[in-house]
């Protein structure tokens, strides 16, 4: 066994960060930590742009599909934010508009992405459920990509269903949460039934096996002490909601 300590600050990011109205961005993300999505000028965390780039070029959707919105910096919400209160009124800005720092587009990990016809509406973008829509949703699944903002599960995730709006969870997380039909808050809910100390998640998805478990962060300082198998590639993601995830290859 090994022994790994993180910081607050390492653990406000990853690919399992819930961002909502209840659990606001931790902190903002450095502009070292985001690259254009396919040379664009929508900017995406580095390894979902990179993942995002594999399934764009999977499904050879390059001309079909445009991106609408990637990373946001806090100004930029602010601004989306007030434009639309002006233009929409208030009861379809609350409905589709996350609060300034409670936009999962300020991590970087989320892309709003349309059907490649004119005109395309920045806020509601089109996105059918057919066609190469229909697979890129089909495939999204197997490279870590969730539909954020289900239909159904609006009193959970505060938001209105957005079939536009994608965001990178990784692997299994992914397969796991359409498995079970969780959103990103039912998830990270779920993963508290297997703390460090107790059970853990064994799953085996896409013919690999993982071992999934959470453990909080000290209260005092936000950090956290992991005990891991030293032979095993693991990933540690943040949740801000005061746990990391731990996710073992076995
Ligand atoms: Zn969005």
């Given at each position: 066994m090994k022994t790994l300590t993180l910081t607050r600050q390492e653990l406000n990011r990853g690919s399992l960060i819930l961002v909502n109205e209840r659990y606001p961005l931790p902190e903002s993300v450095a502009p070292e930590r985001l690259t254009p999505f396919f040379g664009s000028g929508v900017?995406?965390?580095?390894?979902?742009?990179?993942?995002?780039?594999?399934?764009?070029?999977?499904?050879?959707?390059?001309?079909?599909?445009?991106?609408?919105?990637?990373?946001?910096?806090?100004?930029?919400?602010?601004?989306?934010?007030?434009?639309?209160?002006?233009?929409?009124?208030?009861?379809?800005?609350r409905k589709y508009v996350a609060l300034p720092d409670c936009s999962e587009h300020q991590t970087g990990l989320a892309i709003d992405l349309a059907l490649n016809r004119e005109p395309v509406d920045f806020i509601r973008p089109c996105f059918p459920d057919e066609g190469i829509c229909a697979r890129f949703r089909e495939k999204m699944i197997s490279y870590g990509f969730i539909q954020r903002y289900p239909e159904g599960k609006e009193n959970i995730t505060g938001i209105a269903a957005e079939p536009w709006h994608f965001r990178y969870v990784g692997l299994p997380h992914a397969a796991i949460m359409q498995q079970h039909g969780f959103c990103l808050e039912e998830y990270i809910d779920y993963l508290h039934l297997f703390p460090?100390?107790?059970?853990?998640?064994?799953?085996?998805?896409?013919?690999?096996?993982?071992?999934?478990?959470?453990?909080?962060?000290?209260?005092?300082?936000?950090?956290?002490?992991?005990?891991?198998?030293?032979?095993?590639?693991?990933?540690?993601?943040?949740?801000?909601?005061?746990?990391?995830?731990?996710?073992?290859?076995?």
């Open positions: 900017l995406l965390e580095r390894r979902t742009a990179l993942v995002l780039e594999n399934l764009f070029t999977a499904l050879g959707c390059g001309a079909s599909l445009i991106s609408v919105s990637g990373y946001r910096t806090l100004e930029e919400q602010k601004q989306i934010y007030a434009s639309s209160l002006a233009e929409n009124g208030e009861a379809f800005t460090a100390d107790g059970r853990h998640l064994e799953i085996r998805i896409q013919n690999k096996n993982f071992e999934i478990f959470y453990q909080k962060t000290n209260e005092s300082d936000g950090s956290v002490t992991l005990s891991l198998p030293s032979s095993l590639p693991f990933q540690v993601s943040g949740t801000n909601t005061g746990s990391c995830v731990v996710t073992l290859w076995r």
